[in-house]
């Protein structure tokens, strides 16, 4: 099956269990920036099963176009489709996938899609192939604030192995940002990385207090 005929088949089931009345607050929810059919993540992630089935062993070049095929359609839960697909094989990219999951960080745009290519494919990536640091060192510096946001958050789900003075490099990188998405992501990766070490976050956060916005602070402590 090509990639138009799998995104397809996709749009069909997630047609099929849509409930209508659901699509305007769902999209309310999102500042009405996209079109929803009305699939909420439970009934969308039991409606394209086959599909993820399908491509279980797909290459990496064919899972990626198939997620570019996603994107392409309008209706905001086939973007989902193919976040929540590349996150299934995020393993399996190389460096040389990266443009391509960028170019789709920058598609549609907004905190929802962002985050879990973030998180789930890039810090995956970047984790799987260090060489991919030195990319991350030049994200945080993009004009794009969605990219910016990528480099911020892809260590979120690192833990132990988070390479803290990169991740406090990044925060004051941004300590005088006015966008709220970037202030946010400074303040949840602080607040992330204070589940390891609460020491080091709050000796960050008390040394440079005067210069993190309210926002970064208040997500960093949340939780202290």
């Not at 810090?123 to 945080?140: F, N, S």
């Amino acid at each position: 099956m090509t990639p138009a005929e799998h995104v397809a088949g996709a749009r069909a089931a997630l047609e099929a269990v849509a409930v209508p009345a659901d699509a305007g607050p769902m999209a309310a929810y999102l500042k009405d920036q996209f079109p929803f059919l009305g699939v909420k993540a439970t009934a969308r992630r039991a409606a394209v099963r086959p599909l993820f089935a399908a491509l279980k062993r797909a290459p990496p070049e064919e899972v990626l176009a198939v997620a570019e095929a996603c994107w392409a359609q309008a209706p905001r839960e086939l973007h989902h489709v193919g976040a929540d697909l590349l996150r299934r094989h995020a393993k399996r990219l190389q460096p040389e996938h990266l443009p391509r999951v960028r170019a789709l960080i920058q598609s549609e745009a907004w905190w929802d899609t962002v985050d879990t290519l973030a998180v789930h494919v890039v810090g995956v990536m970047v984790q799987r192939h260090p060489e991919l640091v030195a990319v991350m060192d030049r994200w945080i510096d993009d004009d794009d604030k969605w990219v910016a946001r990528t480099a911020i958050l892809h260590q979120l789900t690192y833990k132990a192995d988070t390479d803290e003075e990169r991740l406090f490099r990044y925060v004051l990188r941004h300590r005088a940002a006015t966008d709220f998405f970037l202030r946010k992501a400074c303040g949840w990766a602080l607040r992330q990385h204070a589940r390891q070490a609460p020491d080091a976050v709050v000796a960050f956060v008390t040394a440079h207090e005067a210069e993190l916005s309210g926002l970064t602070r208040r997500e960093a402590t949340k939780h202290l």
